[in-house]
């Protein structure tokens, strides 16, 4: 309820008065955080995977698998990587295993967990890794957001995955901030829900399957090409270059509260050779932590989608057995709240990105 009734309170008091009284609220948790638990054991959000635990090497194109479980997406894998603060590392910090139980997600969805704050070992970031090879990101307007000057069609705001996409959907989680911070501009399939800010950093998914982080001017030149775009504050990362307002006191990436509030937030990014997606979510987060995190991981360009304990989200979606056409949805992280058949039967009033499979070409 704390999100919704400070939304409630800015309509009242306005976003200043918000921000300041929400900004030290997280402060203060942060310093009891630290003060109670900052000798403590790092979090984990899953078990470490076991000494013996490895990855199917990737499979050829050609070759035949070397078991009779479905073959791991050609050519996708990721090396481990040391974690960057041995001191407040987890075991399997860094070491990439499957996402999901999921027999579809399998080859093509891994994960590994970062404890990317030395002052903080309840500082943790998942982060999923997503061959784009083998998946396509969508993009859906909520039914009430983000919100617009003029009206758009109820048609354009399902709220919902496309249910032509549900027999192959593997995942879905949260989109960007509410309009009334920051009014960033969003397309959906050629409709747009406010227009682009030239400072803003941008997800922008193309027709083609690709997709590009980066500031809005370096990717306006394309906009005839994409299929949608979701906007954000500006790029944490760009061109594999840390933004330099991350080491400064700053607002960049908070409208309600500040880049370096620790809070929960969650990231996207893209690997240098467009190749690999990466979302990453967790608590106890500045802005700069997160963008660290992702950078170790891999990811070139990142930017910051939304922040707050109840809005960043990430769901796995599994078919029951049976044969039955509902799907199971489990979250990536403990500690956030999620209905089965959210984004799928009910509407979401936000936007949201999923992620399918891509079909595999019929011979």
Same mark, same amino acid.
């Given at each position: ?5 400070? *939304? ?10 918000? @921000? ?12 009891? $955080? ?6 403590? #054991? ?5 078990? +470490? ?14 070759? +035949?698998?070397?078991? *009779?479980?479905?073959? @791991? ?8 990587? !040391? ?21 579809? +997600? ?25 061959? &784009? ?7 859906? #307007? ?27 959907? &593997? #995942?879905? /989680? $949260? ?16 409709? =747009? ?7 803003? %950093?941008?997800? +922008? ?29 500006? %790029? ?12 400064? *006191? ?20 893209? !690997?240098?050779?467009? =190749? ?7 608590? @106890? ?15 070139? *360009?990142? #930017? ?31 500690? /956030? ?27």
């Amino acid at each position: 309820m704390g999100p919704a009734l400070a *939304d409630g309170a800015r309509a009242v008091v306005g976003p200043r008065a918000v @921000a300041w009284l929400e900004d030290t609220l997280y402060g203060a948790q942060d310093r009891w $955080n630290r003060w109670r638990h900052g000798d403590s #054991a790092p979090v984990s959000y899953w078990a +470490a995977p076991s000494a013996t635990a490895t990855l199917p090497p990737p499979v050829e194109s050609g070759s +035949a698998p070397a078991s *009779d479980a479905p073959p @791991a997406a050609p050519g996708f894998s990721l090396a481990s990587f !040391s974690p960057p603060h041995d001191r407040v590392a987890a075991p399997g910090d860094g070491v990439w295993i499957p996402a999901s139980e999921s027999t579809d +997600a399998r080859g093509v969805m891994l994960k590994t967990m970062v404890h990317p704050d030395p002052k903080r070992p309840f500082a943790a970031v998942a982060i999923v890794a997503m061959d &784009l090879q083998a998946v396509r990101l969508r993009a859906v #307007a909520g039914t009430a957001e983000p919100r617009t000057k003029n009206p758009i069609a109820k048609e354009h705001r399902p709220g919902v995955v496309d249910p032509a996409d549900v027999e192959n959907l &593997l #995942a879905a /989680f $949260n989109g960007g901030f509410l309009t009334i911070h920051g009014h960033y501009g969003m397309m959906v399939d050629g409709v =747009r829900f406010g227009d682009p800010r030239p400072t803003s %950093c941008t997800v +922008a998914l193309y027709k083609d399957g690709a997709v590009r982080v980066r500031s809005w001017p370096e990717l306006e030149p394309s906009e005839a090409q994409m299929q949608s775009f979701r906007q954000t504050p500006q %790029c944490l990362v760009e061109q594999g270059k840390m933004n330099p307002a991350l080491h400064s *006191d700053n607002t960049h990436w908070g409208a309600a509260v500040g880049g370096g509030t620790v809070i929960r937030r969650s990231v996207i990014g893209v !690997s240098a050779d467009g =190749r690999t997606l990466f979302f990453g979510m967790g608590d @106890a987060l500045t802005a700069k932590s997160a963008a660290d995190a992702m950078v170790v991981a891999g990811a070139y *360009d990142v #930017a910051q989608l939304d922040v707050n304990h109840s809005f960043p989200r990430f769901m796995f979606y599994d078919k029951k057995a049976g044969g039955s056409q509902d799907l199971i949805a489990s979250g990536l992280i403990p500690g /956030f709240t999620f209905k089965q058949g959210d984004y799928v039967k009910n509407p979401s009033f936000r936007d949201f990105f999923y992620v399918t499979r891509k079909a595999t070409p019929t011979s």
